[in-house]
């Protein structure tokens, strides 16, 4: 039961990041306001840290890593065959230019979210577990929202700086906005999935008990 749970972790983390990668070209606008617009992809992707969490609290933060590892290995992967996929002929036209528009990502975003994903996810789990530490393993909400506070707002920055100022050549100011506006609409979506972050904690520890510092072993 305990390497189901694992597994099925990891397959909705890997999927998520993928399809934000897939959602992320399309815009839509934010709430509250009339001139700003978000990516789609940004609506699912709290849910990577969130995943995240739940794993390092059960798990333990050697089995957190390898997830990441293998969502950035897996976005990377369907990257390159949407390009490869792009850069084959086409029987219409037409249809090359739509599917261009809907699946193709320039490379500096590509980099510029892979990168700002490496380094928030990894920093997300060094930080749960200081926090844990440093409160002797209390307050969950703590350690859980005190590390997507500082993971979220690195992984916000780092995406935005390349796309918007190195890429797009954004003025220092518009570019500053974009992120804090950013930052604040991924920490409201982060915030709210709180109560599922105990009540997936709450129940895997229910049914899989503490976690251990054996090694999962996935039967073949």
């Known amino acids: 039961m305990k390497e189901k749970f694992y597994t099925s972790i990891v ?7 993928v399809v934000t990668s897939l959602l992320s070209a399309k815009l839509f606008p ?4 009339s001139n700003f617009y978000l990516p789609v992809g940004m609506l699912c992707y709290p849910f990577t840290f969130l995943a995240g969490n739940i794993v390092t609290e059960i798990y333990g933060s050697r089995h957190a890593s390898f997830m990441i590892y293998l969502g950035f290995g897996l976005a990377l992967i369907t990257h390159f065959f949407i390009d490869f ?7 219409n036209p037409e249809i090359q230019v739509a599917f261009k ?5 320039n490379g500096i975003t590509i980099y510029g979210s892979m ?3 490496i380094i928030s996810q990894t920093l997300e789990i060094k930080l749960f577990l200081f926090i844990k530490k440093l409160t002797n393993g209390k307050y969950l909400w703590l350690r859980n929202n005190g590390a997507i506070v500082v993971s979220q707002f690195i992984d916000t920055f780092i995406a935005n700086w390349i796309l918007l100022y190195l890429g797009m050549k954004l003025d220092l100011e518009q570019t500053i906005h974009i992120i804090l506006a950013c930052y604040v609409y991924k920490l409201i979506l982060s915030f709210c999935g709180t109560p599922l972050f105990y009540g997936f904690v709450y129940l895997l520890k229910n049914n899989i008990g503490q976690p251990d510092s054996k090694p999962i072993v996935v039967d073949a």
């Open 115 to 117: 990168l700002a994903f």
């Open 11 to 17: 397959s909705f983390f890997c999927l998520v990041v």
């Open 30 to 33: 934010a709430p509250f306001s």
């Open 85 to 91: 996929a792009i850069s084959l002929p086409s029987s």
């Open 101 to 105: 528009a809907a699946f193709g990502l």
